[in-house]
């Protein structure tokens, strides 16, 4: 059965600073894709970042990229010069069985950015 | 954009009672799912569609119920309202292939 582990329930970082999110997981599809979620103290869930694992570069968008590592099973979260808006929750998530409607999610860690 | 659309957005019940949260989507996905999200837990899957007619159970299925008669409609039901089922409900749909979940805005549900 597919796993998510997040290890940090909370980090601080400095305003402008790069900061790094982990998350591993465990799975024996050969096939399978990684996204992240932010969810800010309002409550929604905002889709961040994906990354296929036949995808040949990490996925990047705007200032998150994902350092993804196959041979290690993670796929970690990297903001560049972080903001006082990115405080907020972060999950990591990946499909169960291949469907995705049928996310499974870690615990998601706490990221507060300090000015 | 209306996207995915969750009723009520909060609720507040008493133990034994039964209702129906609504959620709704315009973006014509075929994929649809129910979470609940309790303080330090994360996100946990209720149950979830692939299609219309069509359902699955997820992690935590029991004390809810769900149908899919329409692509559009997924509500989810509380057959007898409990303590333990106080938490936060997070519609969601996507589309097939790799594509992100589009998820509702929620529903704070409190059972006295």
């Known amino acids: 059965a597919q796993k998510i582990t997040q290890t940090q329930p909370g980090m601080f970082v400095q305003e402008k600073e790069a900061v790094t999110l982990d998350c591993t997981y465990d799975t024996s599809d050969p096939s399978y894709g990684l996204f992240w979620y932010k969810q800010p103290s309002s409550g929604e869930m905002i889709f961040l970042i994906y990354?296929?694992?036949?995808?040949?570069q990490n996925a990047t968008e705007g200032r998150y990229s994902l350092n993804f590592q196959k041979a290690r099973k993670s796929a970690n979260l990297v903001i560049s010069a972080s903001q006082l808006g990115d405080s907020a929750m972060y999950f990591c998530a990946m499909p169960h069985g291949g469907s995705q409607g049928n996310l499974i999610f870690g615990k998601g860690t706490k990221l507060s950015v300090k000015p | 954009n209306a996207g995915v659309t969750q009723t009520p957005k909060f609720q507040v019940l008493k133990t034994g009672q039964s209702m129906t949260l609504q959620c709704a989507q315009d973006?014509?996905?075929?994929?649809m799912s129910w979470y609940r999200q309790d303080p330090g837990m994360g996100l946990r899957l209720i149950h979830y569609s692939v299609g219309a007619g069509i359902t699955d159970q997820g992690e935590v299925p029991n004390g809810y119920n769900v149908s899919r008669s329409t692509t559009e409609d997924f509500p989810l039901r509380l057959l007898s309202a409990a303590p333990s089922q106080t938490s936060v409900y997070f519609c969601?749909?996507?589309?097939?292939?790799?594509?992100?979940?589009?998820f509702g805005d929620g529903t704070r549900l409190s059972i006295l």
């Open positions: 973006m014509n996905h075929e994929y």
């Open positions: 969601a749909s996507s589309p097939w292939g790799d594509q992100p979940q589009h």
């Open positions: 990354q296929g694992s036949y995808d040949q």
